[in-house]
């Protein structure tokens, strides 16, 4: 495999700790990015790797002749000679690019299976494959849309129209891209930036783009901010623990009565309101290494009440108070469907008996698979008594709120392990455990 690094920003906003030292050089706990981004390529499997340089390139040349390709057969540096932006630096050296390129922004730090990255690349056939995550500031990154195959729809580049709800689905700047998908650009008008112009170009003249979900670790540290909170997981073994190879502790929430307040049926985002200290108590989970998961029955789609699109808006919403907090879930599962017949508008094809809607474990399982859930650490919070059926069929821990229908439901002969006021004291409950 062969990388592309862009490693040509002056990193203006982190002048005050670079020390007339390019970006890409920056101290990250004792090393420098650059050593420990070509390290982690190299160890899985990387064998050339471009650095495309412009501020202070004679400092990057010699740190890296000091190191001797730092375990890679090839390492180039290659001087772009003017700013042209992120696409535009790549398009320039075309002529020196494989089939198939890994490109790598120079100010992340990353902890990333590039073995999977690269497969579901592979089986999806894309022009290109973009890592996406959701974040803990959605408000200031570049968003995409996906449809529910995992395809790109739409860009949405910062900065944000404000009341519009967007998915929180953020571009994390690390691709793979075809060679051939790039021919057609080459002479594309510079500064070009690969999420602010190149991609929606491509999408909008018909590329095949592919969105890689995952909760593995990449943030950008292109800030003071950000620089020491990636110095801080370091030391706190929150980037080793973020791996795939690693079982992660999961907590999974149900919605209505958990989330936001339990009022008749949530049919478009108007009807969404959050219960107070929800997001916060989320952030909590966010903070301590947790990866979140909605699990939610919404029968309004199988009778017509809602549609896919209005859905869609609702969970931006979500989203959108979430992160007000400095919040986010990691992934949201629905259930569309319902049993019983004999609403009107009602959609037949979801009018079905399913293995996902609670208090059948389908949702919980799908989510473990995805998130490498350690089903002995992972917790399940709801309302109602079908959400402590649903954890118990999953061999997870049940926490039931107060709040919502309380579990005055009847719905499940089921008990629960413990009994919380609401999500902020579940969080507590579940945090403390671990601490205990």
């Known amino acids: 495999m062969q990388a592309v690094i862009l490693a040509g ?8 700790r670079l020390n007339g030292r390019p970006k890409a050089l920056v101290d990250v706990d004792g090393v420098p990015l650059l050593e420990r981004q070509l390290l982690s390529l190299a160890a899985q499997g990387v064998d050339e790797a471009i650095i495309l340089v412009n501020h202070a390139a004679d400092q990057i040349a010699a740190y890296c002749t000091s190191r001797n390709a730092f375990g890679l057969a090839r390492l180039r540096l290659v001087d772009d000679g003017e700013p042209r932006g992120t696409a535009g ?18 100010d992340t730090l990353f902890n990333i299976d590039l073995a999977r990255f690269v497969a579901a690349h592979e089986r999806s056939g894309a022009d290109a494959t973009l890592f996406l995550h959701p974040n803990d500031h959605p408000h200031d990154s570049d968003l995409v849309e996906i449809d529910d195959a995992g395809w790109i729809t739409a860009f949405h580049p910062k900065p944000h129209p404000p009341g519009v709800p967007r998915a929180n689905l953020v571009n994390a700047a690390f691709y ?11 002479d594309a008008t510079t500064p070009c930036d690969f999420g602010q112009d ?62 936001n307040a339990l009022r008749d049926y949530v049919r478009g985002p108007g009807d969404l309101v959050m219960l107070p200290g929800a997001a916060a108590a989320v952030r909590r989970l966010n903070e301590a290494g947790r990866r979140v998961a909605v699990v939610t029955n919404q029968p309004v789609l199988a009778r017509g009440e809602c549609t896919p699109q209005d859905m869609r808006a ?47 474990p389908g949702m919980l399982l799908s989510a473990a698979r995805d998130l490498n859930a350690d089903l002995a650490r992972s917790w399940m919070i709801g309302d109602s008594t079908a959400d402590i059926a649903a954890a118990k069929a999953a061999g997870v821990w049940a926490i039931l709120l107060r709040t919502g229908e309380g579990g005055r439901d009847g719905r499940c002969d089921a008990t629960p392990d413990a009994i919380a006021d609401d999500l902020a004291g579940a969080v507590e409950l579940i945090l403390s455990a671990s601490r205990s």
């Open 9 to 16: 920003g002056k990193g203006t906003r982190l002048a005050a």
């Open 89 to 106: 630096a790549t398009l320039a050296c075309l002529p020196d690019l494989r089939d198939r390129v890994l490109v790598v922004y120079g």
């Open 176 to 186: 793979v891209i075809e060679r051939r998908a790039l021919e057609a650009w080459r």
């Open 198 to 259: 190149l991609f929606p170009a491509m999408l909008a003249a018909g590329s095949r783009l592919f969105g890689y979900n995952s909760f593995e670790y990449i943030k950008d540290l292109g800030t003071p901010a950000r620089l020491d909170k990636v110095t801080d997981h370091l030391r706190r073994g929150v980037v080793a623990r973020a791996s795939l190879a690693v079982p992660q502790p999961c907590v999974f929430l149900d919605r209505d009565g958990t989330l």
């Open 314 to 360: 609702i969970h931006a919403k979500l989203d959108g108070e979430l992160a007000g907090a400095g919040a986010f879930v990691d992934r949201l599962y629905l259930c569309p469907h319902h049993p019983d017949a004999g609403f009107a508008g009602e959609v037949p094809d979801l009018k079905i008996a399913c293995d996902c809607r609670k208090p059948k």
